[in-house]
């Protein structure tokens, strides 16, 4: 069965910082994995989803990168600002029939100002 | 397009009533699921549609039924709230072949 951790459970960093968020399972062969936002109160926003043959996707400051190998996942945040301040999930899809993903807890992120 | 829409969005049952989530989007996907978060766990698959007239019991579907007569409409029904049922209610679809998952804003469920 397929377990996704994602630690530390919470962070906070200064304004400005460059920071790396971790995702890792422990069935490597997965079909692709995608990196969530969630702010307080609300659903979960699509940031980036890498495909198992890809090693890294970007968009704007974020950048995220897969290694099957080690079963590892990293979101990095350039450059951090306040309004980055959610909880980060990653989440991971075995199973390409049925499309089921299974998520990690996140990370809460919190950047001060 | 709205998108996602789940109402609920906050909603306090005592223990054995019934009640039903809503969830529809208009983005016209075939694949739509429900999952539930709770601290600790993090989403958990309830149940899940790959099309009108299709569902199949994801990770946790005890306590849960879903129906899809349409592409739009993917309701989950509480048959008999229990506390255990505390927890905040994701729906979510994507197109089929497209990976990219799109989640409605949550529905807030408490049971006391």
């Known amino acids: 069965k397929q377990e996704v951790t994602q630690i530390p459970a919470a962070l906070s960093v200064p304004e400005g910082e460059n920071l790396v968020l971790n995702c890792s399972f422990t069935d490597s062969a997965i079909y692709n994995l995608q990196w969530f936002r969630q702010d307080p109160g609300k659903g979960l926003t699509s940031l980036l989803l890498?495909?198992?043959?890809?090693r890294e996707q970007t968009s704007g400051r974020l950048n995220a990168s897969l290694d099957k190998s080690s079963g590892r996942s990293t979101l990095y945040i350039a450059a951090s600002q306040p309004g980055d301040s959610a909880t980060y999930l990653c989440?991971?899809?075995?199973?390409?029939?049925?499309?089921?993903?299974?998520f990690g807890d996140g990370t809460t992120l919190t950047v001060k100002p | 397009n709205a998108g996602v829409t789940q109402t609920p969005k906050f909603q306090v049952l005592k223990t054995g009533q019934s009640m039903t989530l809503q969830c529809a989007q208009d983005?016209?996907?075939?694949?739509m699921s429900w999952y539930r978060q709770d601290p600790g766990m993090g989403l958990r698959l309830i149940h899940y549609?790959?099309?009108?007239?299709?569902?199949d019991q994801g990770e946790v579907p005890n306590g849960y039924n879903v129906s899809r007569s349409t592409t739009e409409d993917f309701p989950l029904r509480l048959l008999s709230a229990a506390p255990s049922q505390t927890s905040v209610y994701f729906c979510?679809?994507?197109?089929?072949?497209?990976?990219?998952?799109?989640f409605g804003p949550g529905t807030r469920l408490t049971v006391t």
């Open positions: 890498i495909q198992s043959s890809q």
């Open positions: 983005m016209n996907h075939e694949y």
């Open positions: 989440a991971v899809r075995t199973n390409t029939n049925a499309g089921k993903s299974t």
């Open positions: 979510a679809s994507r197109r089929d072949g497209s990976y990219e998952q799109y």
């Open positions: 549609s790959v099309g009108a007239g299709i569902t």
